[in-house]
């Protein structure tokens, strides 16, 4: 475990990166109370990296972090910056973070802002991480701030969608988010009943996708919910195409969720989950601990080293992939 002295630390920033998942403020609001209790100051860096590099520095004190604890979004503001990835935008960076005399930073983010928070760990300065993607597909903690949130977002969209479904015995294929991961797919697959989920992690051909559709015709069904991971093998446009000119008995209509499993009020969970990893991110500076992200692991938060999150992608789990298959019936 890496370490530091905390008791040379005066004042920490914060940021929040990637795309912005519900929960967000009631992390950096868990963060800010947690330091200020501490005697610490807190600086919010608006922008991400890309306002680091600008030195995009706003002072945040306990009203700052108010009323805000049920809002989608991050009042901090998002942004990415591909070129954080190079030397020269990582010394600019831990340039701004030393000329505002900042001594730790606490990123929330997904895998991305994660990287980027190793990096500056790796240049020598303390940071610790807290997972906030709605992809879950951050290694090292069971769910990340937001991924609650967007699955009711996703559910909800998939019960309304079957009304109409069944209304007019169509089959939907619903394109859900969640990048090279098909978590999302996969869990609001089997919570709203899917009868086909597609995911980046099984690759299942369209000619069986077109099986699983006629039979469920056969059997009677007035309805039938494809869920496709927006990385999986197919595109949902070539899938619908196929499924048209093959003929499974059921009219085909495709809707992509799009940006709206991002935003809203975050969930109790999810809101749980932030301020528990926010207060743990500064207590574990304070206890002079590194180079970290705090995550679930079980019911517990708990630190595990940055260098074994980036280092491996957090996939669906596929048991639930069988389950899944057994409940269509
Ligand atoms: P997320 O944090 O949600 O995964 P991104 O993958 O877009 O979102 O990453 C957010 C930002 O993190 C990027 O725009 C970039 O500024 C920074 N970042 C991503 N990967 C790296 C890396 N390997 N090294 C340094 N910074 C990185
Ligand atoms: O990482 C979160 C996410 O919403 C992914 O699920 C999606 O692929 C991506 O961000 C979309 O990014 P953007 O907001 O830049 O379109």
């Given at each position: 475990m890496t370490t530091f002295d905390?008791?040379?630390?005066?004042r920490i920033a914060i940021m929040t990166g990637g795309g912005d998942a519900p929960g967000m403020n009631a992390c950096v609001r868990a963060v800010v109370r947690t330091a200020l209790n501490a005697d610490l100051e807190v600086m919010g860096i608006q922008g991400a990296y890309a306002g680091l590099i600008r030195g995009d520095f706003i002072p945040l004190t306990a009203r700052d972090v108010g009323?805000?604890?049920?809002?989608?979004?991050?009042?901090l503001q998002t942004d990415r910056l591909?070129?954080?990835?190079e030397d020269a935008y990582q010394e600019k960076g831990m340039q701004q973070l030393h000329d505002h005399q900042i001594d730790a930073l606490v990123v929330i983010g997904g895998d991305g802002s994660l990287n980027g928070a190793l990096a500056l760990h790796r240049r020598g300065f303390p940071v610790m991480g807290v997972p906030a993607s709605i992809d879950n597909d951050i290694w090292g903690t069971n769910m990340a701030i937001g991924v609650d949130t967007a699955l009711n977002t996703i559910l909800e969209a998939i019960d309304k969608l079957r009304d109409t479904a069944s209304s007019h015995k169509r089959a939907f294929l619903i394109e859900v988010m969640g990048r090279n991961c098909g978590y999302l797919a996969l869990m609001s697959g089997i919570c709203g009943g899917a009868e086909v989920i597609l995911i980046p992690e099984m690759e299942v051909s369209l000619e069986e996708v077109a099986e699983r559709l006629i039979d469920s015709y056969q059997r009677g069904k007035t309805h039938a919910i494809i869920v496709s991971a927006e990385?999986?093998?197919?595109?949902s446009d070539d899938i619908a195409k196929y499924l048209k000119e093959k003929g499974t008995g059921f009219d085909v209509r495709v809707t992509i969720l799009g940006h709206v499993q991002r935003g809203g009020r975050p969930s109790a969970f999810d809101r749980l989950l932030a301020l528990r990893l926010g207060n743990a991110a500064v207590q574990c500076l304070l206890d002079g601990k590194t180079g970290m992200m705090v995550g679930l692991l079980g019911r517990e938060v708990s630190p595990v080293p940055l260098e074994q999150v980036t280092s491996q992608p957090r996939q669906a789990n596929l048991d639930y992939y069988d389950l899944a298959r057994v409940l269509a019936r």
């Amino acid at each position: 475990m890496t370490t530091f002295d905390p008791k040379t630390m005066r004042r920490i920033a914060i940021m929040t990166g990637g795309g912005d998942a519900p929960g967000m403020n009631a992390c950096v609001r868990a963060v800010v109370r947690t330091a200020l209790n501490a005697d610490l100051e807190v600086m919010g860096i608006q922008g991400a990296y890309a306002g680091l590099i600008r030195g995009d520095f706003i002072p945040l004190t306990a009203r700052d972090v108010g009323g805000i604890i049920q809002r989608g979004g991050t009042f901090l503001q998002t942004d990415r910056l591909p070129q954080f990835k190079e030397d020269a935008y990582q010394e600019k960076g831990m340039q701004q973070l030393h000329d505002h005399q900042i001594d730790a930073l606490v990123v929330i983010g997904g895998d991305g802002s994660l990287n980027g928070a190793l990096a500056l760990h790796r240049r020598g300065f303390p940071v610790m991480g807290v997972p906030a993607s709605i992809d879950n597909d951050i290694w090292g903690t069971n769910m990340a701030i937001g991924v609650d949130t967007a699955l009711n977002t996703i559910l909800e969209a998939i019960d309304k969608l079957r009304d109409t479904a069944s209304s007019h015995k169509r089959a939907f294929l619903i394109e859900v988010m969640g990048r090279n991961c098909g978590y999302l797919a996969l869990m609001s697959g089997i919570c709203g009943g899917a009868e086909v989920i597609l995911i980046p992690e099984m690759e299942v051909s369209l000619e069986e996708v077109a099986e699983r559709l006629i039979d469920s015709y056969q059997r009677g069904k007035t309805h039938a919910i494809i869920v496709s991971a927006e990385g999986a093998a197919h595109q949902s446009d070539d899938i619908a195409k196929y499924l048209k000119e093959k003929g499974t008995g059921f009219d085909v209509r495709v809707t992509i969720l799009g940006h709206v499993q991002r935003g809203g009020r975050p969930s109790a969970f999810d809101r749980l989950l932030a301020l528990r990893l926010g207060n743990a991110a500064v207590q574990c500076l304070l206890d002079g601990k590194t180079g970290m992200m705090v995550g679930l692991l079980g019911r517990e938060v708990s630190p595990v080293p940055l260098e074994q999150v980036t280092s491996q992608p957090r996939q669906a789990n596929l048991d639930y992939y069988d389950l899944a298959r057994v409940l269509a019936r």
